[in-house]
């Protein structure tokens, strides 16, 4: 996810308008729960009226203009950019000044019916395994604590439900002596992470069943498919792609950054919206075409839970690693660029002036003094909705 785009730049189409026109007919198609409703709701209300909001008055020249609150939801194609940046800042302040990898842990595709129908558990599983996939090599092979935050996505760029996590991972690791112990070329061998990846998930999963977790009779065809189904995983061979170490933290902050608040889709890949078809980007100069209900049945299946955490943070990174990150910090401390000065925090005009050149606390006319004067929600009247969940 590249910068908020100024006014003037902002993208021709606008997810918002397709939730808005064809909602009904998704909801007529197709089931969505509470989630996903609530999802959509917000999009679709997302910096209009319905969410209140001032008007901007200067009282150099009498221009006025409307401005409309936003929804702030995660899944939000116009909410992201703001928190992106202050993530980021909020980061740097942690992250050690060392290499980083990054590796990517997916599920094989037969598991995707399973984490449609009981997503946390799933991608709790997950989350659990592939960091102790990576802390278990750092302890066997190095001998130390390694520092990993991952970020959970489940899609394609044609938007297919494609469940993995994207780990950035130090490039070695704190030891019991105290000291830091290197990692040159690579990390660990991509086949021993796949091995390791598939025996604890199939464990994890074996033991939520027992416990109940997993209601495979309601979903599969009988109580002895899920059984089926781990024995046949525990043949394949499971997916994990890890990439040469950056080998500078600012290229590991922007680089996850993209990866941290990046939603399915952004209003900027869309190509042509019309009542019969969406065209949106997808990689290599390539356009895909739906319908605009099959790009809404698409967008909602990768709504997360609510209040499930996507971005995490483990070993070196933990917040229960505070001594161990601090302690680390202190060893490379010689090593690195002095601190710079701590400046005071930025507030949100601030934030949006240095990402989009638009100040708005200004007069776009005259560059006069703007006034807001707050809209009476009551009387304020948003876009047609389909009924809020």
């Given at each position: 996810?590249?910068?908020c ?5 902002r993208?021709?189409?606008d997810?918002?308008?397709?939730v808005?026109q064809?909602?009904?007919e998704l909801e ?7 989630t ?18 001032h ?7 009498g221009?006025?203009?409307?401005a ?11 909410c ?8 980021i800042?909020?980061?740097?302040e ?7 990898f ?15 129908r009981?997503?946390r ?5 997950l989350?659990?395994?592939a960091?102790?996939t990576?802390l278990d090599?750092g ?6 604590t390694l520092?990993v935050?991952?970020?959970?996505h489940?899609?394609?760029r044609?938007?297919r439900?494609?469940?993995h996590?994207h780990a ?9 002596d ?12 991509v086949?021993?992470?796949g091995?390791l ?5 199939l464990?994890?999963l074996r033991?939520i069943q ?6 495979a ?29 950056f ?6 902050l922007?680089?996850?950054g ?8 952004s209003n900027?890949?869309?190509v ?5 078809t969406v ?9 895909h ?5 099959e790009f809404?049945?698409r967008?909602?299946?990768?709504v ?6 996507k ?16 302690h ?16 005071p925090a ?5 934030w949006?002036r240095?990402?989009?050149?638009r ?7 005259c560059?006069?003094?703007l006034?807001?004067i ?13 009924e809020a969940?």
């Open positions: 996810m590249g910068p785009p100024a006014s003037a730049g993208p021709r189409f997810i918002a308008e397709i808005r064809h909602r009904a007529a198609e197709h089931w969505l729960n509470g996903e409703r609530r999802v959509l709701t917000a999009i679709a209300q997302c910096r209009t009226a319905a969410l209140g909001g008007v901007e008055v200067c009282r150099s020249c221009h006025e203009q409307p409309y609150n936003s929804c702030r939801n995660r899944h939000c194609p116009k992201q950019c703001l928190a992106q940046e202050r993530w800042a909020a980061r740097s942690r992250l050690l000044p060392v290499r980083h990054h590796v990517v842990f997916t599920l094989p595709s037969e598991l995707r019916a399973l984490c449609r009981w997503p558990v799933l991608f709790e599983a989350f659990h395994c960091s102790e990576l090599l302890q066997s092979r190095l001998g130390a520092g935050t991952m970020v959970l489940t899609w394609t044609d938007l439900f494609h469940p996590v950035i991972v130090t490039a070695g690791g704190l030891g019991q105290g000291d830091w112990h290197h990692v040159k070329d690579y990390l660990f061998p086949g021993v992470m091995q990846l598939r025996g604890k998930m464990d994890r033991r027992r416990r109940g977790g997993l209601d009779s309601g979903h599969l065809e009988d109580p002895q498919a899920l059984d089926r189904l781990l024995a046949k995983l525990a043949q394949t061979s499971w997916l994990v792609y890890a990439k040469r170490p080998r500078r933290v600012e290229h590991v922007g680089y996850l993209r990866y941290t608040h990046r939603v399915a889709i900027g890949r869309l042509s919206v019309t009542a019969d065209i949106f980007r997808t990689k290599e100069g390539k356009t075409a739906v319908t605009p209900v809404l049945r967008f909602v299946q990768h997360l839970p609510d209040g499930f955490k971005i995490r943070h483990y070993g070196l990174y933990a917040g229960s690693g505070e001594a161990k990150l601090e680390a910090r202190s060893r490379w401390a010689a090593d690195a660029a002095p601190p710079a000065e701590r400046v930025r507030t949100w005009q601030e949006l240095e990402l989009t050149g100040d708005v606390e200004r007069c776009p006319r560059g006069g003094v006034e807001r707050p809209l009476d929600r009551r009387t304020a009247r948003g876009p047609p909705l389909a969940a």
